[in-house]
T-cell receptor
Framework: DAGITQSPRHKVTETGTPVTLRCHQTENHRYMYWYRQDPGHGLRLIHYSYGVKDTDKGEVSDGYSVSRSKTEDFLLTLESATSSQTSVYFC???????????FGPGTRLTVL | GDSVTQMEGPVTLSEEAFLTINCTYTATGYPSLFWYVQYPGEGLQLLLKATKADDKGSNKGFEATYRKETTSFHLEKGSVQVSDSAVYFCALTINQAGTALIFGKGTTLSVSS
């Protein structure tokens, strides 16, 4: 079980507005990930973290930043939202010693 | 680069029919292979996994065998139920923590009674 909560679950915002999505885990796993899901693309990695203050870029990182100041929280920020960032965002985590990832319930973001 | 190709959907079946969803992969290393399932309005749930050639993953009546010679990981179930209606994703990762899951585009399964 991921033990992940994501907030908000739904958000509608306007182009140019900053947006922060929160991922909180209760499992204390070392690795955390942000993916976006778009029709016809499956899920694609945005950023991931391998520890507190340790993060790296994924396949589709442009326009996104992340922060991890505590083991349990992984934040995804859109500095200036664009319509192309309308998507469903999933957070995932994974324990050390395994390559399995467990997913949260998702956040549906609409940028008008 | 690494990639996953799975059959296009939607797949429409009657209850108790046999299910196969094809998945093939391209990877430079020795990947772990996964099937995830997404029920409407929910996140992804791990259905099964296999970490080396000839391993069989199984869960809830679903099975998939890691075939290195054909680079495939086809999902099968002998008798589907209406409750199996969902989107199924095949995915791979190179065998270490902290690396991305590479997903196929997903296959929608619809089962009618």
């Amino acid at each position: 079980d991921a033990g992940i909560t994501q907030s908000p679950r739904h958000k509608v915002t306007e182009t140019g507005t900053p947006v922060t999505l929160r991922c909180h885990q209760t499992e204390n796993h070392r690795y955390m990930y942000w993916y976006r899901q778009d029709p016809g693309h499956g899920l694609r990695l945005i950023h991931y973290s391998y520890g507190v203050k340790d993060t790296d870029k994924g396949e589709v990182s442009d326009g996104y930043s992340v922060s991890r100041s505590k083991t349990e929280d992984f934040l995804l920020t859109l500095e200036s939202a664009t319509s192309s960032q309308t998507s469903v965002y999933f957070c995932a985590n994974g324990p050390e010693g395994t390559d399995t990832q467990y997913f949260g319930p998702g956040t549906r973001l609409t940028v008008l | 680069g690494d990639s996953v190709t799975q059959m296009e959907g939607p797949v429409t079946l009657s209850e108790e029919a046999f299910l196969t969803i094809n998945c093939t992969y391209t990877a430079t290393g020795y990947p772990s292979l996964f099937w995830y399932v997404q029920y409407p309005g929910e996140g992804l749930q791990l259905l099964l996994k296999a970490t080396k050639a000839d391993d069989k993953g199984s869960n809830k009546g679903f099975e998939a065998t890691y075939r290195k010679e054909t680079t495939s990981f086809h999902l099968e179930k002998g008798s589907v139920q209406v409750s199996d209606s969902a989107v199924y994703f095949c995915a791979l990762t190179i065998n270490q923590a902290g690396t991305a899951l590479i997903f196929g585009k997903g296959t929608t399964l619809s089962v009618s009674s």
